[in-house]
């Protein structure tokens, strides 16, 4: 899964997808003012937001990221559990011998 490189910005009347120096909605037509935070809602000029919403710090690149972590997360704990893990009947089968070795302990006294 490749990283978002650019934030994309969608018309809030259409929802097309419309080009970052866009003054207008080429689908629509609606002209821009303003950038609104898909996180916080906080709005304001685009300069404010070159590097992320300047109020809660939302970027596409950080969601990205934090979204590919948790999806490597995911595959490892999945990785350990096909690999690592023993069917549950073994554990069983241990316990029940620990329990019996245990019994036959008191049993000898």
């Known amino acids: 899964m490749a990283l978002a490189t650019n934030p ?6 259409c929802g097309a997808e ?41 970027s596409l690149k950080k969601a990205e990221k934090e979204k590919q972590k948790q999806l490597q997360q995911k595959q490892v704990s999945q990785t350990a559990n096909e690999t690592g893990g023993l069917p549950s009947w073994v554990y069983f089968l241990i316990a029940l011998a620990f329990t ?4 036959g302990f008191f049993i000898a006294m």
């Open 18 to 58: 419309v080009p970052l120096l866009a003054k207008s909605c080429p689908q629509c037509g609606r002209s821009f003012t303003s950038v609104r935070c898909p996180s916080c809602g906080f709005t304001g000029e685009e300069s404010l937001f070159r590097r992320g919403c300047p109020i809660c710090g939302f």
């Open 8 to 13: 994309k910005f969608y018309c809030e009347n």
């Open 100 to 103: 019996a070795v245990i019994i």
